[in-house]
């Protein structure tokens, strides 16, 4: 950013100084660029940040206050890169375009500077260039507002590419889910959230860029934003908006309009969908789950990559939107189900519509860059193309049997376009396009009269004058007239002197017009070639201006059918992830589920899609596994708790089921032999402790805080799964809260639950709670080496096998040995406290075994409680100074 300099210092600078300075200052947060000819030119500290950020050479131009100003800059041309490579380092960047011809400028005076504005500010959540997009993801940003009741958010998440805005309402809980879910390339939010409230922890835990707008956010004038937007009278159609919805959908439309200046993307009006309507996932259940990436990040290895065998981009993020929001109405599954279920038995069909759908274009975001202006001719071709497709596959399905209700609306959409845009853009367009309008050459000759006269010109330039020389030749009758050219007469005819006399007589005076008398030659012109003349210097500008109007044209054509070639988009969408989930499941021998609304939560020989695919790969086989939560709804499902070693397959068979769930419910067949899901509600999975080192706690601290969670929300129609709850702290306490824990889900929650653990004695709670089932993992002992089946059978795990898995590990053997030893003395000891023991039914709290009453530990306590993200450093200071005080107090 630029250091403030007082004004007087500011009179001395160069006129194009103090205009950069003038319009850097509007736009303090962003990166300019200043365009400069052929060049975005950045200065000051700007160039210094963009020289770094792209590695490109810092020069310097002219002086400001005695100093040197830093320079750096990029060809227009090639600023797509540069601008992808600055987003996605986190920058935003305010293009600055000259918006006068220069020679406007000239007319004002020898020292006036060419006029310029700020035209866009590009930001990571509101880029459309083809090149800085990832097809086969949405980009979206979330403008967040808060309505008239406290702690309500509403949200509203647009995909500028796509013209997609989606509306919704959040309390502060579902805050992170909801992020998550919608996944935002940036937040913006008021001013007073950006600061104090758990949006800004949220956005920072998250990553994300989180901008703050100073736009009024009553209803009043959020209406009256989006009634503008849109041309509506009123907001009846768009259903009933709450308070903090309305504001959202404000603010998002004031970040469009503050972004893109005076281009207006294609929006699609605002829709909701309450919030019931979809599975919940909470954040840390979507990472752990490894839904649409791998808890490394990646997307290779998630689930998403696993079943994303779409043909088309648009396609692939309409797959990503259905796994993030598994429905939670039946009828709508069983529409998606039939439709996977008629290409599964259609395999021929479904092979013709796959491969017509391949290099399918993108519509949607072609169409948004028409809406932009940002357009080429590329994005005429992309619906060109796109049409063509949709024909095709029209033509593909009509020959099929009565469509399940899902394609037969996707196929009524593709014969919604009017078929003459279709033939108008083929007729249009050449067939090599050319990236930028602005180069000319896209319209097919024959297209438009006008524009093949223009080019004829600018191309034939001779022959259009050697046959007009022929002509004037024929007319006057003599073989020695030359058409020429010179920079004084422009085109003249020159004939001998002899021959020109009779130039000058009737009837051909009334043609040729004397310029000048050489000697021994004369010069003519004519009305026809004072016309060619001035055609001929203008011919070029006119062939491309030409073509711009015909872009204009085509480019009008295709928005003014705007919305039915977004409907077009979506059935293609809907028809690709259709076919891709047949091809996944009829590939994968996946079984079509049964959803209704029972508590029903049975699988037969299920499977983890994932770990599946990844031990096909090697020649390995996966073990089939089957699981009953099933319960009646007077008494809610049933809690399993799987014990076994470590390593045998316990995390796998959890996430499986809960994948398996979220398959289901967004419509897809399933990795099992059979399976009958009663709705999931909210999906809670608590799997692995890794340390939160980001957001200052510890495992087991973030491990509680989920917990907490889910046993606070977990319904009746919910799935929990819990993976080794009370790891992070001492055997004793991490046994009692696992135990208190299965005791609560299983009489208050009542929720469907599984539960892996290698406490042993949790086991024993079959005996007292009626819906609790015993699993373990089926482990052999040859010679001495311990062999997993990765078999869930009933019952408890005998023993752990900690010390065999330890010397898989390669742990050394003397280690191993002695560990053994230690083992059957402890084991020994073991049983004779069990043979003391008194009460079966509290076992950890029996006298012999009550561990010492833990040492409180204050310094811990006040460490824990520390978030250093949040302090000032004067409160970092503080905090300091208190916690060497309790150590003092604590006698070290
Ligand atoms: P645990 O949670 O019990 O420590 P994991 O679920 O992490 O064990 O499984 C360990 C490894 O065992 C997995 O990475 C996988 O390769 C293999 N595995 C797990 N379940 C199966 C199965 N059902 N069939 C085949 N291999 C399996």
Redesign the pocket.
Same mark, same amino acid.
């Given at each position: 950013m630029l250091e403030r300099i007082p004004p007087a210092a500011e009179a001395k600078a160069t006129p194009m100084i103090a205009q950069y300075r003038a319009i850097k200052a509007a736009h303090p947060d962003c990166l300019l660029f200043y365009r400069m000819g052929d060049f975005y030119e950045l200065f000051f500290e700007d160039a210094e940040t963009a020289a770094k950020a792209l590695n490109i050479v810092l020069t310097k131009r002219g002086k400001h206050e005695g100093q040197d100003i830093p320079m750096c800059g990029v060809p227009v041309e090639r600023a797509e890169d540069y601008l992808a490579r600055l987003i996605a380092q986190g920058f935003r960047v305010a293009i600055c375009e000259q918006t006068e011809d220069p020679a406007e400028t000239k007319k004002r005076g020898g020292k006036a500077l060419v006029k310029r504005e700020v035209v866009r500010l590009v930001t990571p959540g509101t880029i459309t260039e083809e090149h800085l997009l990832d097809p086969a993801r949405a980009n979206s940003f979330l403008a967040v507002a808060n309505g008239s009741e406290p702690g309500i958010y509403g949200l509203a998440s647009v995909d500028i590419s796509t013209g997609a805005f989606i509306l919704g309402e959040a309390n502060e809980k579902l805050l992170e889910a909801e992020i998550a879910r919608l996944e935002p390339a940036e937040i913006t939010a008021p001013e007073e959230l950006c600061t104090r409230s758990p949006l800004a922890r949220l956005a920072r835990e998250a990553g994300l860029p989180l901008t703050p707008f100073g736009c009024p956010t009553d209803s009043a004038s959020a209406e009256r934003r989006i009634k503008d937007y849109f041309g509506l009278a009123n907001l009846d159609g768009l259903g009933l908006l709450s308070d903090a919805e309305l504001a959202a959908a404000g603010a998002a439309i004031f970040y469009i309009e503050r972004t893109q200046f005076s281009a207006r993307p294609n929006l699609s009006l605002p829709s909701r969908t309450a919030q019931s309507a979809r599975m919940e996932i909470g954040a840390a259940a979507r990472a752990s789950l490894e839904l649409a990436r791998t808890l490394a990040g990646a997307r290779e290895g998630s689930l998403l990559a696993t079943v994303d065998k779409t043909m088309t981009a648009q396609g692939s993020r309409l797959l990503a939107e259905r796994l993030a929001a598994p429905l939670t109405d039946p009828e709508e599954i069983a529409r998606r189900l039939d439709a996977v279920a008629f290409f599964i038995d259609e395999p021929a069909l479904r092979r013709g519509v796959r491969a017509c759908l391949k290099g399918m274009p993108d519509i949607a975001r072609a169409l948004s860059r028409l809406a932009l202006k940002r357009s080429g001719p590329r994005d005429l071709a992309a619906i060109r193309g796109g049409l063509a497709f949709a024909e095709e596959i029209a033509r593909v399905l009509a020959g099929a049997r009565p469509l399940p209700q899902e394609l037969a609306q996707a196929a009524e959409a593709i014969g919604a376009v009017d078929p003459s845009l279709q033939l108008r853009l083929q007729n249009a367009l050449a067939e090599t396009l050319p990236l930028s309008r602005q180069d000319g050459g896209f319209i097919r000759s024959g297209f438009d009269a006008r524009l093949d006269g223009f080019r004829a010109l600018r191309d034939e330039r001779r022959g259009v004058i050697a046959s007009l020389q022929a002509r004037y030749a024929e007319l006057a009758e003599t073989k020695q007239l030359k058409l020429k050219h010179n920079h004084f007469l422009g085109h003249f005819i020159e004939v001998p002197q002899g021959q020109g006399e009779k130039f000058l007589r009737p009837p051909h005076n009334e043609i040729f017009v004397h310029r000048q008398t050489m000697a021994g030659a004369m010069r003519f012109s004519t009305k026809e070639l004072a016309e060619l003349e001035a055609k001929l210097a203008s011919a070029a500008d006119e062939a491309l201006a030409r073509e711009q109007a015909l872009f204009e044209e085509l480019a009008a054509l295709c928005l003014g059918a705007g919305a039915a070639l977004k409907n077009l988009g979506s059935a293609l969408a809907a028809i690709d992830v259709t076919a891709a989930l047949a091809e996944v499941a009829d590939a994968r021998r996946w079984a079509g589920p049964k959803v209704d609304r029972s508590l029903a939560f049975e699988i037969e020989g299920g499977?983890?899609p994932v770990?599946e695919e990844?031990?096909r790969a090697q020649g390995?086989?996966?073990?089939? *596994?089957g699981c009953d939560l099933s319960g009646a709804p007077s008494e809610g499902g049933k809690i399993a708790v799987v014990t076994?070693? *470590?390593?045998?397959?316990?995390?796998?068979?959890l996430r499986q089921n809960a994948l398996i769930a979220i398959l289901a419910q967004m419509g897809s067949y399933v990795p099992a032999k059979r399976a009958h899901i009663g709705i999931v509600d909210k999906l809670y999975s608590r799997v692995g402790a890794a340390d939160d080192l980001a957001r200052g706690r510890s495992t087991f601290m973030v491990e509680m805080i989920e917990t907490a969670a889910i046993l606070n929300q977990a319904t009746e129609r919910s799935l929990v799964i819990l993976?080794e709850i009370g790891r992070g702290t001492a055997t004793f306490d991490g046994l009692s809260i696992a135990w208190s824990v299965i005791e609560h889900l299983h009489e208050k929650n009542r929720s469907r639950a599984l539960f892996?653990t290698h406490f042993h004695e949790l086991t024993r709670l079959a005996e007292r709670l009626e819906r609790f089932v015993n699993l373990t993992?089926r482990v052999t002992d040859w010679n001495g080496e311990v062999v997993?089946l990765?078999?869930i059978v009933p019952g408890a795990a005998d023993r752990s096998y900690g010390v065999q898995v330890a010397k898989l590990a390669g742990l050394p053997a003397p280690v191993v040995s002695r560990a053994r030893e230690l083992l059957a003395e402890f084991e020994a000891a073991e049983r004779s406290v069990d043979a003391n023991r008194q009460s079966a039914d509290l076992p950890l709290f029996t006298a012999s075994r009550q561990p010492p009453a833990e040492l409180s530990d204050p310094l811990g306590e006040a460490l824990d409680a520390i978030d250093p993200d949040s302090l000032s450093p004067r409160a970092a200071l503080d905090a300091l100074y208190r916690l060497k005080a309790l150590r003092t107090k604590a006698g070290h």
């Open positions: 499977r983890h770990v990844a031990l390995l086989p996966f073990c089939e *596994n076994g070693p *470590n390593m045998a397959g316990k995390s796998t068979y993976d892996a993992v997993f990765h078999e």
